[in-house]
């Protein structure tokens, strides 16, 4: 019996009305601190922003640019009115937000096909999941694992019979935490032993302290399964397993 280490993310510009009042510079200024504040010109809201995309962010200070000029150049005896600021206002956040909305859910939609397509690769393939499970096939080493919480001094590997009988031990020493893959032959004593399913039963110990070790059983990826909460992985005798309950790869 072997026990092997496994190696296992552009401004636009308005030309003013010849012949029309300009805003007077403080009331520009008091309007310009107002532009700045919706558009989080804090330095929070700097930061928070600086995850947006070039394009939105281009488009979001063209309006704004305009929406100043008009206000800049809008006749003192007919203002605007009130409610077309707030309502052009209204607009471009609610354009902002579908965009985001756009963004995000595009994103979403590219993982989720993404996790699908890697998924379906692994149909065929072995994979290592928790469990105690050795199967034996004639003539083949049976594969399985352990994984470690923390470096142990020494790791006894035993394979037991369904009445719990001890079939085969060997004591590694020095092993290192994470994941381990062993193999074995299928003899005891030299003799082999006949096809089957045998289980696994790993200890460790650092020192005169135990180390957790948790045993991994072998399986193929007979099928992939979509559904709502993520992809399936059909793992034929052991039943379904997620994604996530993957240890390793053989």
């Known amino acids: 019996m072997t026990v092997n280490a496994v190696n296992s993310t552009s401004a636009v510009s308005v030309a003013s009305r010849s012949g029309q009042p300009q805003a007077s510079s403080s009331a520009s200024a008091s309007f310009d601190s107002l532009v700045a504040s919706l ?31 008009q206000m800049n150049n809008q006749d003192p005896l007919s203002p605007m009115d009130n409610a077309q600021v707030t309502s052009q206002l209204a607009q471009i956040n609610t354009v902002k937000g579908i965009d985001k909305l756009n963004a995000t859910v595009q994103k979403l939609l590219e993982q989720s096909q993404g996790g699908a397509a890697d998924a379906a690769s692994l149909v065929g393939r072995r994979v ?85 070790a948790t045993p991994l059983t072998a399986a193929s990826v007979n099928a992939v399964v979509p559904g709502p909460a993520g992809n399936t992985l059909n793992l034929g005798g052991l039943g379904s397993r997620t994604m996530a309950d993957i240890r390793g790869y053989l």
């Open 128 to 212: 290592l999941v928790e469990g105690n499970r050795m199967q034996v096939q004639d003539g083949v080493a049976a594969k399985a694992g352990f994984q470690l919480e923390s470096p142990a001094d020494s790791v006894r590997i035993e394979v037991l019979d369904a009445k719990g009988k001890v079939l085969d031990s060997s004591v590694r020493n020095t092993v290192p935490a994470g994941l381990n893959v062993l193999e074995w032959n299928g003899t005891q004593a030299g003799t082999r032993l006949p096809a089957g399913d045998y289980s696994l039963r790993i200890t460790a110990s650092s020192g005169k302290t135990a180390v957790s």
């Open 39 to 69: 558009k989080g010109g804090s330095a929070a809201g700097t930061q928070a922003g600086a995850s947006a995309s070039a394009d939105e962010g281009e488009g979001e200070d063209r309006f704004l640019k305009l929406l100043v000029a």
